[in-house]
C-alpha cells in the first residue's frame, strides 16, 4: 500500500510539472508582448548616468523589480482565491492600460507636452556635468523613478500570467506565475544591462583596433556598424514594444468582452486560409487601437479639468 501511495504521488508531482511547464509557455508567450517596451523603457531609465555607473544603476533597479514581483504575486494569488472575478477586472484594466499607453507614445508627436525631447536631452546632459548637482542624489531619483514605473509593467505581467492560469489549482497558480516573475524579470535586466553597454562595445572595439593588420581593420569596422546601430536599436525596441501594447491590450479585451470574441469568429468564418490566421492578430490591433483612443480622450478631458 505505501509504495501504491509513493506510485500516486510520483504521478501527481509529474502531472503538476506538465502542468506547469504548460502554462508557464502560454504566459511566457502573453506576456512577451510587454518585453519590448519593458526593454526600451528600462533602458531609457539610466539615459544621463554616468557610463561607469550604468551597470550599478541596472542592478538597483533589477533589485528594486524584484521587491516590487514580491509584493505583487502574493497580492495577486490572494485575489484570485478570495475574489476570482477580480483577476479577470484587473486583467480588462490591464489591457486598457497598455492600450492607452501605446496610444499615448503614438499621439506624443502631434499632442502638446510640457517640453520637447531635445529639451529632455540637454536637461540630462547638463545635469551629468554641472558641479553644482549631487549625482548621488540624481542617481537615486533615477533609481526610484525607474521602479516605479517598474511597478505598473511588473503588475501588468503578473495579472496578464494570472488570467492565464485561471482555473488551475492554487499551487499550479503560485508557481507558474513565480516562474514568470522571476524570468521576466532576470530577462529583462539582463538584456537592459546588454543594451545600455552595447555602445560601450562599439567604442572598446574601435580603440583597440587602431593598428594596421586586417583583424584591427574589422574590429574598428564592427565598432562603427555598432555604434550606428545602438540608437536604432533602441527605436526599433520602442516601436516594436508600441505595436505589443496594442496587440496584447487588444487581444485581452477581445478575449474578455464575449461581443468581440463572437465578431472575430463570425469575420473568420468567411475568409481564406491566410487570412483566418492574420485576422486574429488585425482584430487585436484593431481593438487595441480604437481602445487606446477612447481612454486617452477620457485621461486627457480630465486632465484638462484639473
Known amino acids: 500500500m505505501a509504495s501504491v501511495g509513493l506510485l500516486a ?51 538597483a533597479v533589477a533589485k528594486g523589480s524584484y521587491l516590487n514581483k514580491l509584493i505583487l504575486v502574493p497580492l495577486a494569488l490572494v485575489i484570485s482565491a478570495v475574489f476570482p472575478i477580480g483577476v479577470t477586472i484587473l486583467l480588462m484594466l490591464g489591457g486598457l492600460f497598455l492600450c492607452y499607453e501605446g496610444m499615448e507614445k503614438l499621439a506624443h508627436k502631434w499632442l502638446p507636452h510640457e517640453e520637447s525631447d531635445n529639451e529632455h536631452k540637454k536637461k540630462l546632459a547638463a545635469a551629468t556635468t554641472d558641479e553644482n548637482v549631487d549625482i548621488k542624489a540624481y542617481e537615486r531619483k533615477k533609481i526610484k523613478g525607474a521602479i516605479r514605473t517598474d511597478f505598473i509593467l511588473s503588475a501588468e505581467i503578473i495579472v496578464i500570467a494570472l488570467g492565464v492560469v485561471q482555473g488551475e489549482t492554487f499551487l499550479t497558480q ?74 496584447v491590450g487588444g487581444g485581452i479585451l477581445v478575449h474578455g468582452l464575449p461581443f468581440l470574441h463572437h465578431l472575430l469568429e463570425v469575420l473568420n468564418t468567411s475568409l481564406g486560409a491566410v487570412m483566418k490566421v492574420m485576422m486574429p492578430m488585425l482584430f487585436n490591433g484593431g481593438v487595441g487601437l480604437i481602445a487606446g483612443v477612447i481612454v486617452l480622450s477620457i485621461v486627457t478631458g480630465i486632465k484638462k479639468l484639473f
Not at 504548460?22 to 504566459?27: F, P, Q
Not at 532576470?186 to 583597440?208: E, H, M, P, R, T
Open 9 to 59: 504521488l510520483v504521478d501527481d508531482i509529474a502531472s503538476l510539472l506538465d502542468d506547469v511547464s504548460l502554462m508557464t509557455k502560454v504566459a511566457a508567450k502573453k506576456t512577451a508582448g510587454v518585453l519590448g517596451d519593458d526593454l526600451a523603457l528600462n533602458a531609457q531609465q539610466v539615459t544621463g548616468v554616468d557610463p561607469k555607473r550604468e551597470l550599478p544603476v541596472v542592478w
Open 174 to 247: 503560485a508557481v507558474v506565475v513565480s516562474l514568470i516573475a522571476i524570468v521576466m524579470t532576470s530577462g529583462v535586466y539582463g538584456l537592459v544591462a546588454g543594451i545600455v553597454k552595447f555602445d560601450d562595445a562599439g567604442l572598446a572595439l574601435i580603440k583597440y583596433g587602431q593598428g594596421g593588420s586586417k583583424f584591427d581593420g574589422f574590429q574598428r569596422k564592427l565598432g562603427q556598424v555598432i555604434l550606428f546601430l545602438a540608437p536604432k536599436l533602441m527605436k526599433f525596441l520602442s516601436v516594436v514594444g508600441m505595436i505589443a501594447m496594442f496587440l
